[in-house]
């Protein structure tokens, strides 16, 4: 009997932590599904576990934003400002011939270490580098119209694009965080074609009609979590860039 329970028990954590089936519809686009090692790009904000074995993700965002009067960056400009550095997790891949079009709807499978993270990450897109496109994740809208809501539990964020106010299609992808918080990724995709030619990212980009609303810098301020812990390092010099990390993702 006890050897019963235990097994069951033993069950039970492993679909809590292993991420969900694979469910990409037919004539989706795979942006990842994590179940292999790739390069991440980031900006030294995070611990990163990559390929746990169960195909997710798992990242604990450790930087919290702060800023710097000396810039004219803070709350006073409306803008977090050129000074900050984003706890980070991007890609950047060769997707434009593999996409050929642009899609309606990004799906994120993905879970909360404690739930509520919507209101501490932002969705970055970038095609060819434009960094203009940006949406705090409480604010992306989903395909039934309500707002994203990350849990403890795994769920499908079925964003769309077009009402989150983002491309159809990008080739750098980044999640930020602008204040210390843990989830896990599982598969993400693109759905449902849309009609723009996307085969040709510099061509694509210059064609978009979406309103450009900046990078990530340039969101509105949201107030600093008082529970969080400072940042674990100092920022990064004003003009530096993003380092592409190889082979320095740690095991989970």
């Known amino acids: 009997m006890k050897k019963s329970i235990a097994l069951a028990l033993a069950l039970v954590l492993a679909l809590a932590f292993a991420a969900p089936a694979l469910a990409a519809p037919e004539g989706a686009l ?7 090692a790739r ?12 390929a746990n074995g169960d195909g997710n993700l798992h990242l604990a965002f450790n930087r919290r934003l702060g800023y710097d009067e000396d ?3 803070g709350p006073e400009n409306g803008k977090w400002g050129s000074r900050f550095v984003w706890g980070n997790w991007g890609q950047a891949l060769n997707i434009w011939t593999a996409a050929g079009t642009d899609y309606k709807y990004l799906t994120i499978n993905i879970k909360g270490e404690a739930g509520g993270e919507e209101d501490k990450l932002v969705l970055d897109f970038s ?3 434009t960094a203009e496109w940006a949406v705090y994740f409480d604010e992306l809208v989903l395909a039934d119209g309500s707002k994203a809501k990350i849990t403890t539990g795994w769920q499908e964020l079925k964003i769309d694009l077009a009402a989150s106010g983002l491309p159809g299609m990008t080739n750098r992808m980044h999640i930020r965080a602008w204040t210390p918080c843990t989830i896990d990724l599982g598969e993400m995709y693109f759905s449902e074609a849309g009609t723009a030619d996307a085969s040709d990212g510099a061509a694509y980009v210059a064609a978009l009609t979406v309103p450009k609303m900046g990078g990530p810098n340039n969101l509105p301020v949201r107030e600093l979590k008082a529970d969080a812990p400072p940042a674990t390092d100092p920022q990064t010099p004003a003009g530096d860039k993003e380092t592409k990390r190889n082979g320095n993702n740690t095991a989970f």
């Open 127 to 129: 095609p060819e580098d």
């Open 39 to 50: 390069d991440t790009q980031s900006s030294g904000g995070m611990d990163v576990a990559v």
């Open 71 to 73: 810039f004219g960056d």
């Open 30 to 36: 795979l942006w990842d599904d994590h179940s292999t």
